[in-house]
């Protein structure tokens, strides 16, 4: 195990951790050897590595594109990577010679990405009214700043002159 803050994802127990970047879930598949990862073991420690295969995040990664001021989902990746972790075994010759491996089975990707006419509502439903609402905050603050500004040494020239007036 790399990163000891993984401790917690040790299943059963902390005999049985996993390299960074796999997630052993042979305790919910009654005990199939099932490890899931980023396809091509991307982020994963380097010791999983296949040879031939080349981690990219752009095509490898999950991501969830969310508008940050209405949490609506714009799009979203999510990919996982399930593998087999093969282990030495002498009762079957097929797998006496064998290192430990964890063998990728398949990969998938489920994708969503709005569309266009929903984008286009998005913007005329919501897109625009935030943005006039931002337009006019920044035009009160810039229209009140001056007007306060003005107010305060009108005041200042006031309370001058009041003294003046007294003092005489």
């Known amino acids: ?4 803050d993984n401790i917690g994802f040790c299943s059963p127990d902390v005999v049985h ?6 997630l052993n879930s042979a305790p919910c598949h009654y005990g199939f050897p099932l490890v899931m990862s980023s396809p091509h073991f991307l982020n994963a420690d380097s010791s ?7 981690p990219k995040k752009k095509d490898h990664a999950t991501y ?3 508008h940050m001021e209405t949490g609506i989902t714009m799009q979203t990746a999510k990919r996982m990577q399930i593998n087999i972790h093969l282990k030495k075994n002498k009762k079957f010759p ?3 010679e064998i290192e430990d491996v964890f063998y990728p089975v398949l990969w998938f990707s489920e994708n969503y990405v709005i569309s266009d006419t929903h984008a286009a509502k998005f913007n005329s439903v919501i897109g625009r009214p935030l943005y006039m609402y931002h337009l006019t905050q920044l035009l009160v603050i810039g229209l009140g700043v001056p007007v ?3 107010k305060a040494i009108v005041l200042g020239v006031e309370r001058i002159n009041l003294r003046q007036l007294q003092v005489s």
């Open 1 to 4: 195990m790399t990163n000891p």
């Open 17 to 22: 951790c996993l390299p960074s970047g796999l």
């Open 48 to 54: 999983v590595m296949l040879p031939g295969m080349k």
């Open 64 to 66: 969830l594109d969310i």
């Open 94 to 96: 097929q797998f006496s």
């Open 148 to 150: 306060l500004c003005v």
